[in-house]
């Protein structure tokens, strides 16, 4: 009984982050070494040129470059590790999430 | 690969610039105006985000106006060390080339060899670098050592007008000028385009543009 129960929720667990995974239309990134205007504009080249992106948005303030998918799409996170690396930044966390980017765009920069 | 090529830029020998390298695929173009002293423009083109080919012209003329150098050149710049943190970026760039360079104090046309290193550390409102060039030739050996210390009065987006107020001071040998020359500039950025100017010590306007795209 007790093996029924651990499967059960281990169970809906999974279904609940692969639902999450397949529902989620943005990854968010944050990205060491964003400084300069020519960082983003080199790595929105780069993630432009995907062929799973819709839109792009980086903030340099935040640390943060955010990636809109095409509809069930997606890029791991190893391909978007090396996208960056080879863009010359650094990788630091990625997110994947429902945000839209014209919020993400919206939104103030935290207050360092 | 990366060190050797390092070498290589270095054996070589070349002049000023603010990065080489924007970035991957990426075209820098560059035009700087120096109090008098040097006008200089170049073009590169970055394969890679470490490297980057291109071309250049450099025009030195010594304080006094008794001579000129003319110098156009090829050059290669290499991205030898990149440091990335949450809120920073420093870098090491060496680079090094080859020009044929005809001056007001010789007759006809020398082989140059042009080579440098930088030195760059940045935030969003903080920027310090400090670089070397070389030009040398059987008729002339000049060095231009920089190092600029940049305050932004805010912190900028990147669709946002970028403001900096840098310091800079400059040294040059080779009989170009005596003594430091220094000098207070304003820059903006925003997207692809960069623009600075300002002033030196003897009143003399320095100004520089680049843009990548």
């Known amino acids: 009984m007790k093996h029924y129960i651990v499967s059960a929720i281990v169970a809906i667990a999974l279904l609940g982050a692969s639902s999450t995974a397949l529902a989620a239309s943005t990854i968010e990134m944050q990205v060491d070494g964003l400084v300069c205007a020519f960082c983003a504009q080199g790595i929105e080249k780069k993630l432009r040129a995907e062929g799973a992106t819709a839109d792009v948005f980086v903030s340099l303030e935040r640390g943060l470059v955010a990636v809109a998918l095409k509809p069930g799409q997606d890029i791991t996170d190893a391909a978007l590790g090396k996208l960056l690396t080879e863009a010359g930044y650094t990788l630091r966390t990625t997110k994947r999430t429902d945000a839209k980017l014209e919020e993400l765009r919206a939104a103030p920069a935290e207050k360092k | 690969m990366r060190n050797y090529i390092a070498l290589l830029a270095l054996s070589c020998a070349t002049p000023a610039a603010a990065k080489p390298i924007a970035f991957q695929n990426g075209v820098t173009m560059m035009a700087e105006y120096g109090a008098g002293t ?12 470490w490297y980057s080919v291109g071309a250049g012209y450099l025009r030195l003329e010594d304080e006094d106006r008794t001579f000129t150098r003319d110098i156009p050149y090829a050059r290669a710049n290499l991205l030898v060390k990149r440091w990335n943190t949450p809120g920073a970026q420093a870098n090491v760039f060496a680079y090094g080339g080859l020009g044929a360079a005809r001056g007001s104090d010789f007759e006809g046309t020398e082989l140059a060899t042009n080579a440098g290193l930088q030195f760059d550390a940045e935030s969003l409102r903080w920027y310090g670098s400090a670089k070397v060039d070389w030009q040398r030739s059987d008729e002339f050996d000049h060095r231009i050592d920089t190092a600029q210390l940049g ?6 987006d990147y669709n946002k007008l970028a403001t900096w107020v840098v310091l800079q001071g400059r040294h040059y040998t080779g009989g170009l000028y005596d003594g430091i020359e220094a000098a207070v500039l304003l820059r903006f950025f925003r997207g692809p385009l960069w623009v600075e100017a300002g002033v030196t010590n003897d009143g ?7 843009f990548n795209y």
Do not use: G, S
Not at chain 2, 38 to 49: K, V
Not at chain 2, 204 to 210: E, G
């Open chain 2, 204 to 210: 003399y306007p320095q100004a520089m543009v680049m």
């Open chain 2, 151 to 156: 305050i932004a009065p805010y912190k900028h």
């Open chain 2, 38 to 49: 040097m006008l200089e423009t170049q073009a590169f083109y970055a394969p890679q985000y």
